[in-house]
């Protein structure tokens, strides 16, 4: 037989260990303390004091060891909105927390931000000098996106990665955190402010231009002589996408009346949309209007209303000037400190045509001027682009432009209603007050040359210098060239200097044969 032995029984030992990290993954430690190891019913197999020196050295093993102790989260402050994509850049759109767990402090720290596709290039958030042991900073959330944010059509989620470069321990390191960015679909929007609307209104569409563009070319081709630019081209834009189909279609879902004046999740059409789905409700046909407008460089703004959406159109004309092309001033917009005169036109009324859409403009401002006990809140679009840049969707679906023909037709009856309602009042206004000259630009206005020049030259020979450059001006029209010429020599010889005659009388003399 033979005696067996169990050697399993108490074991016990206790120690201490104080070292210095060299680097990130070499330190040195010294280690020391008591221990104790017993067999049953035998003297101790190892008992006593110990002591040491020891060199640890780290690393990481495999692609997803972990390569640092530095906790990072992402809090959103809400979903990222498509449509605002180039204002994160500079506005965040949430936080990263950055917490320290190293044996040592964090230096020279940036964190930066990337979403692959979804971005353009690595956004950098922020950086501190220092982050000191199990000590936390916090670091706006700010992203470089591209144009592919544009194409959720449904909220979704997108992956992303926070990269923290920093010096730890004299060495250069970085780390890379994966997390996940949630995004609304592309038409979602609050009216926190209503100058974030501006930035569905957007000029770069390729799709849009080409068929802004034509309008206006067919416009401008056809332009009345003396009369408002500006407000042309809102009756050729107007007037064009009437003739396109373009109509009012009440959302049920999220209507504007209902929205616009809450914090809840609206959805608003780009332009584009709007142009080839022919419909949208008031605020996105107004963001089509002054999408085209801006688009061939007429400024606008924007007024909500609780029943409509009022489209302003800049006239690039100063206050002292609307009695000159206006009935009255009643129901314009006038800035006497900025020099400027804007009229309103109505997207309730948009597919009835410009006279329509014009009248009922006019009425909603005399209204807003007269309620009391609201705010409306007037945004110039330009100027919301500062802060809230265009967002620029396009599909490469191009829309057809109305048939010429009918284009000028309709804008041809708009501009004669505009004659027969206002400019005809100015007219009666110049020819009872006895100033010829200004007789004669309002009949200029009218297109009734004959007797702008009868008029013209009644003020001329009663030494009117204006006058006889406008009678000049009006043979130009006539093509009577040799007579203009004459006529701007005239002016010269009782006003050298004149800077009208004189670039008249070289655009003369050019055309004579």
């Known amino acids: 037989s033979s005696d067996s032995q169990n050697f399993a029984d108490l074991y016990y030992r206790g120690y201490g260990e104080i070292g210095f990290r060299l680097n990130p993954s070499l330190s040195i430690n010294a280690v020391g303390g008591y221990q104790s190891f017993l067999c049953s019913g035998s003297p101790a197999v190892l008992s006593g004091p110990f002591a040491g020196i020891s060199l640890r050295i780290t690393g990481s093993v495999g692609a997803n060891a972990k390569k640092s102790a530095i906790d990072i989260k992402v809090v959103q402050e809400s979903d990222v909105f498509p449509v605002f994509s180039t204002v994160y850049a500079n506005e965040p759109f949430g936080s990263i927390l950055i917490q320290n767990d190293e044996g040592a402090e964090l230096r020279d720290v940036h964190v930066s931000f990337r979403a692959g596709k979804y971005t353009t290039e690595l956004k950098e958030c922020g950086s501190v000098a220092r982050i000191n042991r199990h000590s936390s900073v916090e670091i706006p959330l700010y992203a470089n996106f591209s144009s592919d944010i544009l194409n959720f059509t449904e909220n979704g989620k997108i992956s992303a990665e926070i990269v923290v470069d920093y010096e730890f321990l004299g060495k250069k390191m970085s780390t890379v955190e994966p997390v996940i960015i949630s995004v609304y ?61 373009i109509n009012y279609s009440g959302d049920t879902v999220t209507p504007f009346v209902d929205y616009y004046s809450t914090y809840d999740l609206d959805s608003i059409q780009y332009p584009l949309q709007t142009l080839q789905y022919l419909s949208g409700d008031y605020d996105d046909l107004g963001i089509l209007v002054c999408s085209c407008l801006q688009i061939v ?139 010829a000259n200004r007789l004669g630009v309002a009949l200029i206005r009218a297109g009734r040359f004959t007797e702008a020049k009868s008029a013209f030259t009644k003020a001329a020979n009663a030494g009117s210098v204006s006058a006889m450059n406008n009678v000049a001006n009006i043979l130009m029209i006539e093509k009577n060239y040799t007579a203009a010429a004459a006529q701007y020599r005239k002016v010269l010889e009782k006003s050298p200097n004149n800077s009208i005659a004189i670039k008249g009388l070289e655009n003369a003399t050019s055309k004579i044969e």
């Open 297 to 435: 460089d007429v400024p606008t703004g924007y007024i909500a209303t609780p029943d409509d959406f009022l489209v302003l159109v800049k006239l690039n004309m100063s206050p002292s000037q609307v009695l000159n092309n206006f009935e009255s001033d009643e129901g314009l917009l006038l800035d006497k400190e900025a020099d400027e005169v804007y009229m309103a036109l109505s997207m309730k009324n948009l597919e009835k045509g410009f006279t329509k859409s014009f009248e009922a403009g006019r009425e909603a401002i005399v209204r807003c001027f007269e309620d009391e006990e609201n705010y409306y809140e007037f945004v110039d679009t330009v100027d919301a682009w500062t802060v809230y840049k265009p967002a620029t969707y396009s599909n490469g679906s191009f829309v057809d432009t109305p048939k010429q023909e009918e284009l000028l037709k309709n804008i041809n009856a708009a501009i004669n209603q505009y004659i027969s309602s206002d400019i005809n009042v100015v007219i009666d206004r110049a020819r009872t007050s006895g100033d």
């Open 185 to 245: 679909n592309r038409n979602a929007f609050i009216w926190s402010d209503a100058a974030s609307l501006a930035a569905f209104i957007s000029p770069d569409s390729q799709e849009l231009s080409a068929f802004a563009k034509e309008i206006i070319g067919i416009t401008r081709a056809n332009l009345y002589t003396g009369m408002n630019a500006n407000l042309q081209y809102a009756i050729g834009i107007i007037e064009g996408l009437k003739l396109a189909g």
